[in-house]
C-alpha cells in the first residue's frame, strides 16, 4: 500500500519547528508567510532540524520586522563565527504587507506571534499570525470541545468496528 504525501510535502515544505503553545494561548485571526535573514550557521543548524519558537514573538520597528525571543541553538561543528542562539531576526516582507500587518497588530490586544518555521523550496519561512491572548475561561472552553470531539471520534470508530 503506497503512502499518500502530505499536504506540507506536496508543496515542498519541510517543517522545522512549530508553535504548538500559540494556538492554546492565543486566538488566531490571520496569518502570513516571511521569510527570514539568517547566517549560515543558522541554515545549518535548521537544516539539522534544531529550534524553537515558544517564547517567540515578531515586533514591528518602523519599516522593518523583527522575530524576537526564537532560539535555534549554535551549530556543533561551527568555529568561532558561530552565531548567537537568541539574536533578533529580521523577517522579509513587502512594506505594503508590513503596512497591512502593522494596522491589524497594532490594535489593543493583537500581537505578532509565530506559527511554524520551515524550508519551502530552499529557503526558510515562518508563519506568522496576528493573534489576541485568550483568558482562563476560553482555554477551558476550548479544552472541553477538544475533548467533547475526541469522544465522539472515539465513539464512531468503535462504532465501526462492530
Known amino acids: 500500500m503506497a503512502r499518500t504525501p502530505k499536504k506540507d ?20 485571526f490571520d496569518t502570513l508567510e516571511c521569510g527570514l535573514v ?27 520586522l523583527w522575530l524576537l525571543g526564537s532560539d535555534i541553538p549554535e551549530y556543533a561543528m561551527g568555529n568561532r563565527m558561530n552565531h548567537k542562539p537568541k539574536r533578533p531576526r529580521k523577517m522579509l516582507l513587502h512594506r505594503r504587507e508590513i503596512e497591512k500587518f502593522a494596522g491589524k497588530a497594532s490594535q489593543q490586544g493583537f500581537t505578532l506571534v509565530p506559527l511554524r518555521m520551515y524550508f519551502k523550496n530552499g ?6 499570525a496576528v493573534a489576541r491572548g485568550k483568558q482562563q475561561h476560553d482555554k ?14 472515539r465513539a464512531m470508530t468503535d462504532r465501526r468496528r462492530t
Open 9 to 28: 510535502e506536496a508543496e515542498g515544505i519541510k517543517v522545522i519547528c512549530r508553535n504548538k503553545r500559540a494556538f492554546h494561548e492565543y486566538e488566531i
Open 140 to 153: 477551558r472552553e476550548a479544552k472541553k470541545k477538544a475533548d467533547a470531539q475526541r469522544e465522539i471520534r
Open 38 to 64: 539568517l547566517t549560515g550557521t543558522e541554515v545549518k543548524s535548521l537544516r539539522d532540524g534544531h529550534s524553537s519558537l515558544e517564547d517567540a514573538y515578531a515586533k514591528i520597528d518602523g519599516s522593518e
Open 123 to 128: 529557503l526558510a519561512k515562518v508563519e506568522l
